[in-house]
């Protein structure tokens, strides 16, 4: 008799996980039974039976049929796309979450899933991702990411603000004719300039390793440009250290980045207007006459700490304007793909130094590398929503 119960057990849960099979796991378990995987092999992997996968396996050409006939379903993120744009965007989107808990912004499903279109739609994509709920609590499993704090919408962005802010940003552009080439952009992001990849991702098993102090290779970057996309600005970089080891024979004026430090790596008041008398307004200036146009710039700004609210006084031919509170993550150029871009550029080059001899000058040397790649279609690209 206890063979007969255990077997009855099984049937029961496997019944059980049939009902619930979706159609993006029969279209996964077919994908990998086509890439010669054995079916015990892909029951072991998926948790069902033998005899489950050999079914799905039999109706194959029925399961591809009905998620060709149906692409707006969630299972459509697994199939053609799962191999390509999907990959990529999931990848950016995983760096653009990071960065928002880095810098202790709210975020909520909904921006999410604005996030994943709006990268996936600059990946220059021909169809629609799926991101529901379910799509997000995988994306999250296949990332490895943990600790990810999704808020409910009232402690996320100000999406009506964000969606009124584009009308108002217009009105100051005509009203002071500002070009493309005039309308500037800049964000800060937390940069762990000492880390492989899986520190971006938030991984598991990077935290829980001995010995890890992730603050201490911690540095901020201001990273921005311009809505034409041709001008990126020389990054302003804040360590904590003024002269570490690395950069003790270095000058550090001729280093690729702004070269500035406190003991918390932050962008304070201090350095914010040090770095907006002496480098921002004369690196504009200098563009403006190069392209011959008038010397005036609106330069667009959230709320962070670190930026004055006497900015806009500060030189005649800027005009400073900030964002709406909680609107960032939804309308902040730098924000819609620039840095996050970066960030994987970093990540790449990265990986090509063993991290023992990795210091703080090779950092600035793949920063300013980075930098370099973040491509002027992106640059002017990330400009859409407040200036159509």
Same mark, same amino acid.
């Given at each position: 008799?206890?063979?007969?119960?255990?077997?009855?057990?099984?049937?029961?849960?496997?019944?059980?996980?049939?009902?619930?099979?979706?159609?993006?796991?029969?279209?996964?378990?077919i994908?990998? $039974?086509?890439?010669?995987?054995?079916?015990?092999?892909?029951?072991r992997?998926?948790?069902? $039976?033998?005899?489950?996968?050999?079914?799905?396996?039999?109706?194959?050409?029925?399961?591809?049929?009905?998620?060709k006939g149906?692409?707006?379903?969630?299972?459509t993120?697994?199939?053609?796309?799962?191999?390509?744009?999907?990959?990529?965007?999931?990848?950016l989107?995983?760096?653009?979450?990071?960065d928002?808990?880095?810098?202790n912004?709210?975020?909520s499903?909904?921006l999410?899933q604005?996030?994943?279109?709006?990268?996936?739609?600059?990946?220059?994509?021909?169809?629609?991702?799926?991101?529901?709920?379910?799509w997000?609590?995988?994306?999250?499993?296949r990332?490895?990411?943990?600790?990810?704090?999704?808020?409910?919408?009232?402690?996320?962005?100000?999406?009506?603000?964000?969606?009124s802010?584009?009308?108002?940003?217009?009105d100051?552009?005509?009203?002071?004719?500002?070009?493309?080439?005039?309308i500037?952009?800049?964000?800060?992001t937390?940069?762990?300039w000492?880390?492989?990849?899986?520190?971006?991702?938030i991984?598991?098993?990077?935290?829980?390793?001995?010995?890890?102090?992730?603050?201490?290779?911690?540095?901020?970057?201001l990273?921005?440009?311009?809505?034409?996309g041709d001008?990126?600005l020389?990054?302003?970089?804040v360590?904590?250290?003024?002269?570490?080891?690395?950069?003790?024979?270095v000058t550090?004026?001729?280093l690729?980045v702004?070269?500035?430090?406190?003991?918390?790596?932050?962008?304070t008041?201090?350095?914010?207007?040090?770095?907006?008398?002496?480098?921002?307004?004369?690196a504009?200036?200098?563009?403006?006459?190069?392209?011959n146009?008038p010397?005036?710039?609106?330069?667009?700004?959230?709320?962070?700490?670190?930026h004055?609210?006497?900015l806009?006084?500060m030189?005649?031919?800027v005009?400073?304007?900030?964002?709406?509170?909680?609107?960032t $993550?939804l309308?902040?150029?730098?924000?819609?793909?620039?840095i996050?871009?970066f960030?994987?550029?970093?990540d790449?080059?990265?990986?090509?130094?063993?991290?023992?001899?990795?210091?703080?000058?090779?950092?600035?040397?793949?920063?300013?590398?980075a930098?370099d790649?973040?491509?002027?279609?992106n640059m002017?690209?990330?400009?859409?929503?407040?200036?159509?």
């Amino acid at each position: 008799m206890p063979p007969k119960h255990k077997s009855d057990a099984s049937a029961g849960e496997t019944a059980k996980k049939r009902k619930t099979i979706t159609m993006e796991e029969k279209v996964e378990i077919i994908k990998r $039974s086509e890439r010669g995987e054995k079916p015990s092999s892909i029951g072991r992997a998926c948790g069902y $039976s033998r005899s489950t996968i050999a079914t799905i396996l039999k109706d194959k050409d029925r399961v591809m049929e009905h998620v060709k006939g149906h692409t707006p379903m969630n299972a459509t993120i697994i199939t053609k796309q799962r191999s390509g744009l999907i990959i990529e965007m999931e990848r950016l989107l995983t760096i653009w979450i990071e960065d928002q808990n880095q810098r202790n912004l709210p975020i909520s499903l909904s921006l999410v899933q604005e996030k994943a279109r709006s990268l996936f739609n600059d990946l220059k994509a021909t169809h629609t991702a799926s991101e529901g709920k379910g799509w997000f609590n995988r994306f999250k499993k296949r990332a490895n990411l943990h600790n990810i704090k999704v808020q409910g919408e009232a402690a996320s962005a100000d999406v009506s603000a964000a969606s009124s802010f584009p009308k108002i940003l217009e009105d100051i552009i005509d009203d002071g004719g500002y070009l493309p080439e005039q309308i500037f952009n800049v964000d800060e992001t937390g940069l762990f300039w000492k880390k492989m990849p899986e520190r971006t991702y938030i991984s598991k098993e990077e935290k829980s390793a001995p010995g890890h102090k992730a603050s201490k290779d911690r540095l901020t970057l201001l990273l921005g440009g311009n809505a034409s996309g041709d001008l990126k600005l020389k990054p302003l970089l804040v360590h904590r250290s003024l002269n570490p080891r690395a950069l003790r024979n270095v000058t550090k004026a001729s280093l690729p980045v702004i070269w500035r430090a406190n003991s918390k790596a932050w962008i304070t008041l201090a350095i914010f207007e040090e770095w907006f008398s002496n480098h921002f307004v004369p690196a504009v200036e200098r563009y403006c006459l190069g392209k011959n146009i008038p010397f005036k710039i609106l330069l667009l700004l959230d709320n962070a700490p670190g930026h004055p609210n006497t900015l806009d006084d500060m030189h005649p031919n800027v005009k400073v304007v900030f964002l709406p509170p909680n609107t960032t $993550s939804l309308i902040q150029p730098m924000d819609q793909g620039v840095i996050a871009s970066f960030k994987a550029y970093y990540d790449e080059m990265t990986l090509r130094d063993f991290w023992k001899s990795y210091n703080i000058y090779d950092a600035i040397n793949n920063i300013a590398d980075a930098w370099d790649e973040v491509k002027e279609t992106n640059m002017r690209g990330v400009w859409n929503k407040l200036c159509p």
